[in-house]
């Protein structure tokens, strides 16, 4: 099975209601899909969301590396050799982590059709469902409430609230939700990079001790500053994941070697796809340090490659898996069932998407 032909488009997902963080507020999925076409007729997708304000990936960088580095670099180049198809991706370019992760990611689509196998048995296969949680967006507490009611409705039992936009008014939020939502729904809170440490310890020590029982903060303070989020995993009641301060294998062996976190979260536009993220997982597993698998705002299939990953490895046992359900439509045919909370990952070979809905993709 030989790639011969890398096809890139364009795919416009709208939102159930807008995405608002401390760092940025969008309406819509607005995603490069990539299409990995063989001389054998098999097709392996993947999926590259812009999100610039974390990787510094934008639509046209992604598009501009996979064009003119990625692509040419595997053109011709055998399935088959697939520990030699996948350095190159991660060698023939810098950075540009989301365009390398879409072109991982239908890697290993294809090299799951090719031994007619689904990537997370062939990756590990410790079960075939995961239940994830769902994304309330920042907001006045009257609306975060309302959203959470709505959430909860639907079914939801574990609630990631973001925060950071005027922190004093966080534990507001927090307090009006947990009021609300009462106390066997599970909150867990995203601050995307928006305090201080020493801030983070007082809000989150505050929020605490308000009885707001949160299971656990996410990014409380600037990615670079390890120190500080060492800071805070030391001083908080709240225990801390690491997302934007791990992009990279050595940038989790760093975190885990100075226990500056109580947990991981891996992101595949982050790392690079499926070939990094296993190199996380497995230093995750020596130091005993539990992994969440989270995504960015996309649409099913990068998500659902996650999915298959997540499924494989028992050291993941967090799941912020919803950009599917973020979406008022699914265009992609195919790939895991995400039946609100309940995500069943597909039992076809690869990662078993099987196209679009017409009008779908706008080929570049």
């Not at 999926?47 to 003119?68: F, K, L, R």
């Not at 760093?254 to 595949?268: E, G, P, S, W």
Request: some cysteine.
């Amino acid at each position: 099975m030989k790639i011969t032909e890398v096809k890139l488009a364009k795919i416009s997902v709208p939102l159930r209601v807008p995405f608002k963080t401390a760092l940025r507020s969008v309406d819509s999925v607005e995603d490069v899909i990539v299409e990995l076409r063989t001389d054998v007729g098999a097709v392996g997708y993947g999926e590259a969301p812009p999100t610039g304000v974390i990787t510094g990936d934008t639509t046209g960088s992604i598009i501009g590396a996979i064009q003119d580095h990625i692509g040419k670099s595997i053109i011709g180049r055998d399935v088959d050799a697939f520990e030699d198809i996948l350095q190159i991706v991660q060698k023939c370019v810098q950075h540009n982590s989301s365009a390398k992760a879409a072109v991982d990611i239908a890697l290993w689509d294809l090299y799951g059709q090719l031994y007619n196998i689904p990537v997370y048995k062939l990756l590990g296969g410790s079960r075939n469902q995961l239940q994830t949680d769902i994304t309330i967006s920042v907001n006045s507490p009257e609306q975060m409430v309302q959203d959470a009611l709505i959430a909860k409705e639907r079914g939801y039992d574990c609630l990631k609230m973001k925060v950071g936009i005027d922190p004093e008014l966080d534990v507001q939020r927090l307090a009006a939700v947990r009021s609300a939502v009462g106390d066997d729904i599970q909150i867990r809170i995203d601050a995307n990079q928006a305090w201080s440490p020493k801030q983070a310890v007082r809000i989150l020590n505050q929020m605490q001790e308000r009885g707001l029982k949160l299971e656990l903060v996410e990014q409380p303070v600037k990615a670079e500053d390890i120190d500080g989020l060492r800071y805070v995993t030391e001083h908080s009641y709240v225990p801390v994941l690491a997302d934007e301060s791990v992009f990279s294998p050595a940038d989790a062996l760093k975190i885990l070697q100075t226990h500056a976190a109580d947990f991981i979260n891996i992101k595949l536009m982050k790392c690079g796809g499926i070939y990094n993220a296993l190199k996380i997982l497995s230093a995750a597993e020596m130091y005993g340090v539990e992994c969440m698998l989270g995504c960015m705002l996309e649409a099913k299939i990068s998500v659902n490659a996650a999915v298959e990953l997540a499924c494989a490895k028992k050291i993941v046992t967090k799941i912020d898996l919803d950009g599917p359900v973020l979406c008022k439509v699914d265009p992609i045919l195919g790939g895991a069932v995400f039946d609100e909370k309940n995500i069943t990952v597909s039992p076809k070979p690869g990662m078993g998407i099987q196209g679009f809905e017409p009008g779908t993709l706008h080929y570049l």
